[in-house]
């Protein structure tokens, strides 16, 4: 099936020992997290590779499982170490997951940078949702959640649950592993998310077991904080995370 437009992978190959990776969130585009990637592909080499069951149609996502989004992340991470000696991820929303699902495997990479990442959801139906599933097909989107009104995600107009279970299976995974991150890690949050709740930054923050930890509340942007107000000090804060670690 042909790809749609805004979900494509991005690539970007520098002079540099540094090699960053970008993941996108579940049900969003690669297109999200574009705006961190392209700044951070003027200095280091990024890879932004597009998740299965993303770009296609929302159903997709019904018929992919948690590992093999893993198995993209681990694709596109492999093809920075033929080019960097310096690995660092940073992701948004259930890219996040991803990127602790990879830290807590991977004593190599350097440095976490996490924007909003999903790790608990608070919601009444997710306890009947291995049930709910097998019988709804899909909820309401949960694209194009900013203040900026001038910015609008590219995301499926709808939620697939088969595929949300599957992102929660992985946050459970992840949950347990925590305290085997000991690398420096950088926590992006807003105070005001529709989407993932404010307890995950912290929950994440103080069960890491890395000494070199930040914890930065956003103010002015909503969940796809990549695209909203604060997309400048996260991009700037990242690289400054990046140069400082390195």
């Given at each position: ?11 970007y ?11 996108q969130?579940?049900t969003?585009s690669?297109s999200?997290?574009?705006p961190l990637?392209?700044?951070?592909g ?19 996502l ?17 093809l920075?170490k033929?080019?960097?000696k ?7 929303s259930m ?12 004593r190599e990479?350097?440095g ?26 899909a909820?309401?989107a949960?694209a194009?959640d ?8 590219i ?5 697939p649950?088969?595929g ?26 807003s105070?005001?998310?529709h ?15 890395s ?5 930065v509340?956003l ?5 796809v904080?990549?695209?909203d ?5 996260i991009?700037?804060?990242t ?6 670690v390195?």
């Amino acid at each position: 099936m042909e790809l749609m437009k805004g979900w494509e992978p991005f690539s970007y190959t520098k002079k540099s020992d540094v090699g960053v990776l970008v993941l996108q969130g579940y049900t969003g585009s690669t297109s999200s997290v574009r705006p961190l990637g392209d700044y951070l592909g003027k200095f280091y080499n990024v890879e932004g590779p597009r998740l299965s069951g993303h770009g296609t149609r929302w159903q997709d996502l019904n018929r992919v499982h948690w590992e093999d989004w893993v198995a993209d992340a681990e694709t596109a991470l492999a093809l920075l170490k033929r080019r960097a000696k310096r690995i660092f991820i940073a992701g948004l929303s259930m890219g996040g997951t991803i990127s602790l699902y990879l830290a807590e495997r991977h004593r190599e990479i350097n440095g976490i940078v996490l924007v909003n990442h999903l790790l608990i959801l608070k919601n009444p139906l997710l306890p009947i949702l291995p049930i709910l599933k097998l019988i709804v097909p899909a909820v309401k989107a949960i694209a194009s959640d900013m203040m900026d009104p001038t910015q609008k995600e590219i995301g499926y107009d709808h939620t697939p649950l088969k595929g949300l279970a599957e992102t929660m299976k992985m946050a459970s995974i992840v949950k347990r592993g925590l305290a085997d991150i000991r690398k420096p890690i950088l926590i992006f949050k807003s105070k005001d998310d529709h989407v993932v709740p404010v307890d995950g930054a912290p929950y994440t923050y103080e069960r890491v077991s890395s000494r070199d930890k930040e914890l930065v509340w956003l103010t002015n942007s909503r969940h796809v904080a990549t695209m909203d107000y604060d997309k400048t000090i996260i991009m700037e804060r990242t690289r400054g995370f990046i140069e400082r670690v390195g």
